[in-house]
């Protein structure tokens, strides 16, 4: 069972774990993107994102907190400049993971994690606001699965046409004079 794992140890003690997570980010902070394990980058990913919104904060209280996280002052200086002002819509979601394979020597499986909306990204990241599905699409999709005995192909269901023609029904008739 799972209970209670919070975390991934990654195979080292708590002090060269942390010392390896400092190092990480402050490194994606230096390159925007880095290659590393897909289980080293998902731990990764909490730590960075969790910077990005000490940034957009931009108090002394949380320039202190990312300083005792990142390891150099010119990274501070540019997570609570650049990064702050890049992402101060987006609510959270500042990193991607990007698999991209298996080492050669070992075949760990490999990684990408770069900050989202920049130049030169992998993959062009989802609007800040807007996610999942308008409510008439939900409603939608609802109502087709329960009309079904099975589900049957549900991609069908969560199409765009589908998105449109579930606002369509949404919207109350209009009346002709």
């Known amino acids: 069972m799972k209970h209670g794992r919070h975390f991934r140890k990654l195979g080292k003690d708590a002090s060269h774990r942390w010392a ?5 980010v402050t490194q994606l902070i230096e390159h925007e993107r880095i290659q590393t394990t897909v289980a080293k980058a998902k731990e990764l990913r909490r730590v960075a994102d969790r910077v990005v919104t000490f940034a957009k904060e931009g108090s002394l209280r949380a320039r202190r907190k990312a300083a005792a996280v990142v390891r150099t002052d010119a990274m501070v200086n540019k997570l609570f400049t650049e990064l702050a002002e890049r992402y101060k819509e987006r609510p959270g979601g500042f990193t991607r993971v990007l698999q991209i394979g298996q080492r050669k020597s070992d075949s760990a499986a490999m990684a990408y994690i770069e900050y989202v909306d920049r130049d030169g990204e992998l993959r062009p990241a989802r609007p800040a606001t807007g ?7 939900k409603e939608y999709v609802n109502s087709q699965l329960a009309s079904k005995k099975r589900h049957g192909d549900v991609r ?16 109350p008739p209009k009346e002709e004079k």
Do not use: C, I, N, Q
């Open 156 to 171: 069908a269901v969560l199409s765009p046409a589908a998105d449109a023609a579930a606002k369509a029904a949404a919207e």
């Open 131 to 137: 996610f999942g599905l308008s409510w008439a699409a």
């Open 20 to 24: 390896m997570m400092r190092t990480m």
